[in-house]
């Protein structure tokens, strides 16, 4: 005992030294149950930091691919629709035409925000800085709508305060990023 070792029981039985090897015993027991414990935790977060990377890998694979997959067709939609506006249309055809390109452009601007969310996770989103006009792209808004509207036989109009300036610098597909 006087060396260190607590884990046996003299004979005749001194209840004081059996106390304190069982004190002894115990608390060993339990470092080494804390000691498990820890390795364990150690081990869990290892295999969820692997499978968060391995996550991140698919997510990452899901968006380039999605990316290919989404603005293939949303560039035909603009071009098809930039190639009929040069043909000979009615006023009413133009009309909806322009508000179909009007809004497969703002799509295309939305779709590319959301395909380089990698930017935004890396905090390296830029907003441009140009000047624009309000006018313009709440107009372009209302166009979108407008086909909504006229089916439920409703009114759409604007009417902009006459203090607000024609023109903004700001990033002018960049109000859906806020």
Not at 26 to 48: C, G
Not at 70 to 85: D, E, K, Q
Not at 163 to 168: E, F, G, H, Q, Y
Request: with cysteine; glycine share 4%; charged share 25%.
């Amino acid at each position: 005992m006087n060396r260190g070792a607590f884990d046996f029981v003299t004979k005749p039985i001194d209840f004081q030294d059996l106390e304190t090897t069982l004190t002894k015993t115990l608390k060993a027991i339990d470092e080494s149950n804390q000691a498990v414990l820890a390795i364990t935790e150690r081990d869990q977060a290892f295999l969820d930091r692997e499978k968060a990377m391995v996550s991140e890998r698919f997510k990452q694979q899901f968006l380039a691919n999605m990316s290919h997959e989404i603005r293939t067709p949303m560039n035909s939609v603009i071009g098809i629709s930039h190639l009929l506006l040069r043909t000979e249309l009615t006023e009413q055809q133009r009309k909806y035409l322009s508000m179909i390109q009007a809004a497969s452009e703002q799509l295309m601007s939305i779709i590319n925000d959301i395909l380089d969310i990698s930017k935004i996770e890396a905090g390296k989103m830029v907003f441009e800085k140009i000047g624009f006009s309000i006018h313009q792209i709440v107009s372009n808004v209302r166009d979108i709508l407008i086909m909504r509207a006229e089916e439920k036989n409703l009114e759409l109009r604007l009417k902009f305060s006459s203090d607000l300036p024609p023109s903004i610098i700001g990033d002018p597909s960049g109000w859906h990023k806020c």
